[in-house]
């Protein structure tokens, strides 16, 4: 979200109303969980610390509940104080993301066509080339004759002695033929979906939506556990982020950020081991 300083009252509302009602901002940051930094900032109109759409939105209903002030109304002015696309639409970048990605996903499908045809061409040519060189000649060698010599009639005195006939040699037996067992199928594909565990060590709002359905926007509470499975992506958003501790498919995802930071990460089957813990 884009920072906002222009002139204008609706942080000094704020303010005003806080002061009014003897509250410290620490206490507001205690209550609904949201931090300081990003307190100051709504009081100073610096929305740029805010996260976007709704989101930003409940940060002030939070506010304005503590200080007294009608959630609605002061939404209302938040909006007219505001009224840029970061306030009043959902997460932007998601978009941006997607765009960026689908763009880099037609890249890469273009780059790896070009190299199937430019290994195809020269192996087609191959196969015709050795097709066409392996075929007979016609007009080929004949079959070589056989002379038949005449010979003299054979006298009795060269008419050798009779000879008992060698009874011919048995033929071996034969094996049975051998069945071949088929080839092994092949290992059916991976598993594609990611599973996504979420948990917090202190109350912490979220959002989570999953594949374009959103399925979290409240305040968890420490060791309530979110077990989500993903086919395409998720997009999750957190209000403090080092009170996220998340797992992605059953092993450790890293630190989201600081303490008090507002954090949007998404994640796809594809792109989550790039959030994994270093082993």
Request: charged residues 20%; neutral net charge; hydrophobic residues 40%.
């Amino acid at each position: 979200m884009s920072a906002d300083r222009s002139t204008g009252d609706f942080g000094s509302k704020l303010r005003e109303a806080r002061e009014r009602r003897g509250v410290s901002l620490r206490q507001i940051a205690n209550a609904t969980k949201i931090s300081v930094a990003v307190l100051e900032a709504l009081e100073r109109n610096d929305i740029s610390r805010l996260p976007g759409g709704i989101f930003g939105r409940a940060f002030v209903r939070s506010y304005a509940i503590e200080v007294g002030l009608d959630p609605e109304t002061t939404i209302q002015d938040f909006i007219a104080q505001f009224p840029s696309d970061s306030v009043t639409a959902g997460h932007p970048t998601t978009v941006q993301v997607e765009d960026h990605e689908a763009h880099e996903s037609d890249r890469r499908m273009a780059s790896t066509f070009v190299r199937l045809i430019a290994i195809s061409v020269p192996i087609a040519g191959a196969v015709i080339y050795f097709g066409i060189a392996g075929r007979p000649t016609p007009g080929g060698e004949s079959a070589p004759s056989t002379s038949v010599e005449a010979s003299a009639p054979a006298t009795t005195a060269d008419v050798p002695p009779a000879v008992a006939p060698v009874p011919a040699a048995s033929p071996p037996p034969i094996a049975p033929a051998v069945a071949t067992p088929p080839p092994a199928s092949a290992t059916p594909a991976a598993d594609d979906r990611l599973t996504v565990e979420l948990t917090v060590t202190r109350p912490c709002w979220i959002t989570a939506t999953v594949d374009g359905r959103q399925t979290i926007n409240r305040l968890l509470q420490p060791r309530e556990k979110n077990t989500i499975a993903v086919q395409k992506e998720i997009v999750v958003t957190a209000g403090d982020a080092a009170a996220v501790s998340m797992t992605l498919n059953g092993a450790d995802a890293k630190p989201l950020g600081k303490a008090g930071d507002v954090v949007t990460v998404r994640l796809t089957p594809d792109n989550f081991k790039g959030y994994l813990q270093n082993r």
